[in-house]
């Protein structure tokens, strides 16, 4: 393998584990500042004074850093993959530290995600890096990037003007597929913004060109635009799907911009083309298998946690000679809400109770110890 496509490998691995740390940190900093205060869920702010939380947040910084400094030296087709290794980390350490088990659907979601990557690597193309910002420019003109990104940006515009109004609330693909599409032309503006900073570090200056104040103003705009729909998406839709839907996306349209643009694939038998597409469509299918382990184990968590809900009762009893008969009044406390019953004991340590405030009669089994008078 060549030495930039090295240092992209292993500042992408690099970047995986730092993100994949950063939200076991952040999780355990949140349950944490969770027990001292208001859940961040509901408004509450004080996991900034967390000490795990900053750790978390400084670590992913690191990895995106990480990330963002691999995308000078290797190819997007090799880099962008390998960010489904964070989720491979993140599940493994939560197993361990957070005690959220790795079923065996887990697993086999981890291990497609490595062979698809280590497939991808094997394979990968080499980078080929331009000597200036005025390169890059130059591809970025070239007719055929041209109307992709004419394409590009018809498709949001339509997203955004017509599709969003009319289904934004509904359909997932709105909002991913801006996010998406943004997200493409987001990557290949870093690509540009860093390899002309990794040339002025050289000695070569490009600060001077107006092309590099151009791709960071196109930088910005897309990286904003695609954080406005990507928090719509999450306040809209379930997290759990909106992952992976939003990393297959983005990932694939990522791969074709930079095919396109910077010729990833040129000079590359059609074998090797092929290995790469494999991969990809294992990444791809290992990432779905994993949030679709993490969907299905969220689903028994809330189902379970519905079941094991207890119903208080409490007792004023009238008669305590006929304790062991029948009791004509109770104030029954179910979920939040109070109200009278009927009760009728049946055996000694068990009871069956009539609450008056249904609208029908809902039968309920309580076990109640009978005290002592």
């Not at 970047?15 to 869920?41: C, H, P, Q």
């Not at 930079?258 to 597409?277: P, R, Y």
Request: charged share 15%.
């Amino acid at each position: 393998m060549e030495s930039d496509n090295g240092k992209g490998l292993i500042l992408a691995v690099a970047s995986s584990v730092f993100i994949g740390s950063s939200f076991i940190l952040k999780k355990k900093g949140l349950k944490r500042a969770a027990a001292n205060g208001t859940r961040a869920g509901y408004g509450g702010y004080t996991y900034l004074l967390e000490p795990l939380w900053w750790a978390g947040m400084i670590t992913m910084i690191v990895g995106e850093a990480a990330n963002f400094v691999a995308y000078i030296y290797a190819p997007a087709v090799l880099v962008t993959p390998l960010g489904a290794l964070s989720i491979i980390i993140s599940a493994i350490l939560a197993h361990f530290l957070l005690k959220e088990k790795l079923k065996k659907m887990g697993v086999l979601g981890c291990v497609s995600c490595i062979v698809g990557s280590v497939v991808i690597v094997i394979h990968a193309p080499k980078e080929q890096t331009p000597n200036s910002v005025q390169e890059i420019w130059t591809l970025a003109t070239h007719p055929a990037f041209l109307v992709y990104v004419a394409i590009t940006m018809s498709v949001v515009l339509a997203l955004i003007l017509h599709f969003e109004p009319l289904c934004g609330q509904s359909n997932i693909l709105v909002y991913i597929g801006i996010c998406s599409l943004m997200g493409a032309l987001t990557v290949m503006s870093i690509k540009a913004i860093g390899i002309a900073i990794k040339l002025t570090m050289e000695g070569v200056s490009q600060i001077g060109y107006p092309q590099t104040w151009l791709f960071l103003m196109v930088a910005v705009t897309c990286v904003v635009t695609q954080l406005i729909y990507l928090n719509k998406a999450l306040d809209t839709f379930n997290a759990a799907i909106v992952s992976p839907v939003y990393y297959v996306m983005f990932t694939t349209l990522t791969i074709v911009a930079s095919a396109i643009m910077f010729k990833d694939w040129s000079g590359q038998d059609a074998a090797s083309v092929a290995s790469e597409l494999c991969g990809f469509i294992t990444v791809l299918t290992g990432t779905m298998i994993l949030h679709g382990t993490k969907e299905e184990e969220q689903q028994q968590a809330s189902s379970s946690g519905k079941e094991n809900k207890k119903t208080s009762v409490l007792i004023d009893f009238r008669t305590s000679s006929e304790i062991n008969r029948h009791i004509t009044h109770i104030t029954v406390s179910s979920g939040g809400i109070e109200g009278n019953a009927d009760l009728i004991f049946g055996s000694s340590e068990s009871v069956r109770w009539y609450e008056s405030r249904k609208s029908t009669n809902e039968e309920h089994l309580i076990s109640l110890y009978s005290p002592e008078y």
